[in-house]
């Protein structure tokens, strides 16, 4: 497969919900991986590289908007496309 497009840069923090600041839409166009101190994670709603952290959902418990709450964790994060 010959793949011509150029993908965008991957900002240094970005997040999967589209009301906040940090969701940049082009990127969702292709599928990108997240590796927290070297395991790939499935669950990560927004990370930041240069801090050094990661947001994933805490189990099935919502805010009073129906969002996810979130946990931060820490460690070496790595951003990649699939």
Known sequence: MNDTTTLPPLPDRLSVDPSSPFHV?????????????????NDVEEYCLSEGWVKVASGKSV????????????GTVEAFYR
Do not use: M, S, T, Y
Request: positive net charge; without cysteine.
């Open 63 to 74: 805010d009073r908007k129906g969002k996810p709450l979130l946990i931060k964790l820490k």
């Open 25 to 41: 839409p082009a990127v969702f166009e292709h599928e990108v991986g997240i590796k927290l101190n070297g395991k790939e994670r």
